[in-house]
């Protein structure tokens, strides 16, 4: 079972729409869950992170976490065709060095 | 905002030439990673960095890879014998402390010929 999993997309919405994105994560002892928003060829670009369950809002963004089912979603109220890019879902693990597991990303498309 | 530093943007090499990856991690941080990502795949963790030593590395990181903190603001990655396979974009990040997340840089695209 891979440590985190992720939906590759692409998802397809139209501007305005309430986008959904979504990660499942296999190890219950990850302690940080992190959204970073990635535009091609750049870096990942920090959006967002908590490490308890509940929602954390910030702007049009929301970030949800359930540890009970190991589930995190991101949530993109009023979507523009500027948030276009892929969504990488990330947990940093306690080990030795803070090690950070990524998801595969979900590319999204905002259609104006 | 301050920001992680990567230099060059883009580096050619020959298969089996040494290179050196060069990052300027954000000036208060202490925890110092590098992570890789071949076209179309996922970002993958190289190594992290921390108190002037390794605290973890992937299995990716083998004999042919090292790295180094030369002095108190720069962060680099060897690649001593560069293969066709490590053709990737390679990422520089740091974090503050143990309460914080990784802070990417905008990548050296390497590319091995």
């Known amino acids: 079972q891979k440590e985190v999993e992720q939906d590759p997309g692409p998802l397809s919405v139209p501007e305005g729409a309430i986008v959904s994105l979504n990660c499942t994560y296999s190890?219950?002892?990850?302690?940080?869950f992190m959204w970073y928003r990635q535009y091609s060829r750049k870096g990942p670009e920090l959006l967002m992170y908590?490490?308890?369950?509940g929602n954390k809002e910030d702007g049009r963004f929301t970030a949800q976490v359930d540890k009970s089912s190991k589930y995190i979603s991101l949530f993109i109220r009023d979507s523009q065709p500027s948030d276009s890019a892929t969504y990488l879902c990330?947990?940093?693990?306690?080990?030795?060095?803070?090690?950070?597991?990524f998801g595969a990303g979900t590319r999204l498309f905002v259609k104006a | 905002e301050p920001e992680v530093t990567q230099t060059p943007s883009h580096q050619v090499t020959q298969m089996g030439q040494e290179v050196i990856l060069r990052c300027v991690p954000i000036?208060?941080?202490?925890?110092f990673y590098w992570y890789r990502q071949i076209l179309g795949q996922k970002v993958e963790f190289l190594v992290s960095?921390?108190?002037?030593?390794?605290?973890?590395k992937s299995e990716i990181f083998d004999d042919q890879f090292s790295v180094e903190r030369p002095d108190g603001s720069n962060f680099t990655l060897k690649i001593r014998s560069t293969k066709l396979e490590d053709s990737a974009m390679y990422f520089c990040?740091?974090?503050?402390?143990?309460?914080?997340?990784?802070?990417f840089g905008s990548g050296t695209q390497l590319s091995v010929l």
């Open positions: 990040a740091s974090k503050i402390g143990t309460s914080d997340v990784p802070r």
């Open positions: 190890n219950s002892a990850f302690q940080y």
């Open positions: 908590t490490y308890s369950s």
């Open positions: 990330a947990i940093l693990t306690h080990t030795g060095g803070f090690k950070t597991i």
């Open positions: 000036s208060n941080h202490l925890y």
């Open positions: 960095f921390y108190n002037n030593e390794i605290s973890e």
